[in-house]
């Protein structure tokens, strides 16, 4: 997976946690992932399709997310399944948003499609073909997870004009 | 938490929004602002036809407006408002900030755009320039200018 592709979404996660939340933010951990992945709370899932095509998930825990919703209201709100998925849904699309916009003025054209929020048990599926970077981040609420798996649509197409000229 | 002074209208009062957004939650986070700034919330929508609607139905001063939102989106809602009503100010709030929607907007007349997530300071900023040129709003915003304070 290239790197290039995958630092505007950690840049741009570190920048939405530290100023929503006012308080500076540490990566904690990358590691590389080639398995379905498992979820640690509340996911939303946001695909990409265009000159580079994946997927992206931030995930963080109900507990985090109802610490990061009282924050920005500025006082305590009353836990609830609607406002863990709001807040989950509203992170992860500002996460998207200003990485798209460094890949926007990069020249990559793409479409975003909506956030797919997951709370349920089961494991959400990864690209096949590729393997995917997971990046724990600290914030002031406890710990976020971003989990990319993105390529280049390019690069894909010339693998695929390649093998079909050896067969 | 940062302390702002009021922007208020000529007539003294608080200054009106309509705030659109579809994301509830985001919605609730620009009225924390806006009620830092010592304005009222004259409507909220989550989506551009209600947004066209809200802002017949209550004439706000100052409309923020996201721009990915379902049924309408709001470089649409900004084109259509702005055809019947050349003088609405529009202030875009996207967490999109690429060019071209940027470019989008103001072409269609929306008078600025603000990045999400959103510091407060800064939308204080844009609304004391978009509120000044403004025949309905005070020189407060001047007249408080470098007042506010961390």
Do not use: W
């Not at chain 1, 997927?55 to 209201?73: G, N, T």
């Not at chain 2, 551009?48 to 649409?76: C, H, S, W, Y």
């Amino acid at each position: 997976m290239r790197m290039e592709l995958i630092q505007p979404f950690i840049n741009a996660a570190d920048a939405v946690f530290a100023e929503s939340l006012q308080a500076p933010t540490k990566i904690l951990d990358l590691s590389m992932d080639e398995n379905t992945y498992r979820r640690k709370g509340v996911a939303a899932l946001i695909a990409i399709k265009g000159d580079i095509e994946g997927r992206v998930i931030l995930d963080l825990s109900p507990e985090v997310a109802m610490k990061v919703a009282s924050h920005l209201a500025g006082s305590k709100v009353p836990e609830s399944d609607q406002v863990v998925r709001e807040t989950v849904c509203e992170l992860a699309n500002m996460v998207i948003g200003n990485s798209v916009t460094l890949l926007n003025d990069q020249g990559f054209r793409f479409k975003v499609f909506p956030p797919e929020i997951h709370m349920n048990e089961e494991g959400l599926a990864g690209s096949a073909d590729t393997e995917s970077m997971v990046i724990a981040i600290e914030t002031p609420c406890g710990q976020a997870y971003l989990n990319i798996s993105m390529h280049y649509l390019r690069r894909r197409r010339n693998e695929r004009n390649a093998a079909s000229v050896m067969d | 938490m940062q302390q702002f002074a009021a922007l208020l209208r000529k007539d003294n009062q608080p200054v009106r929004y309509l705030v659109v957004d579809d994301s509830v939650f985001a919605r609730k986070n620009i009225i924390k602002m806006i009620e830092m700034f010592g304005g009222e919330v004259a409507g909220e929508a989550g989506d551009g036809l209600t947004a066209i609607a809200e802002f017949n139905r209550t004439k706000p001063d100052i409309v923020l407006m996201d721009i990915t939102m379902p049924q309408m989106e709001g470089i649409e809602a900004v084109e259509r408002i702005v055809r019947q009503h050349g003088d609405a100010r529009i202030v875009m709030v996207s967490s999109v900030g690429y060019q071209e929607n940027i470019l989008a907007a103001l072409q269609k007349g929306a008078k600025h755009f603000v990045q999400k997530p959103v510091k407060p300071e800064v939308l204080y900023e844009i609304l004391r320039y978009v509120l000044s040129d403004d025949p309905n709003a005070t020189g407060a915003p001047v007249a408080f200018a470098g007042e506010h304070r961390a």
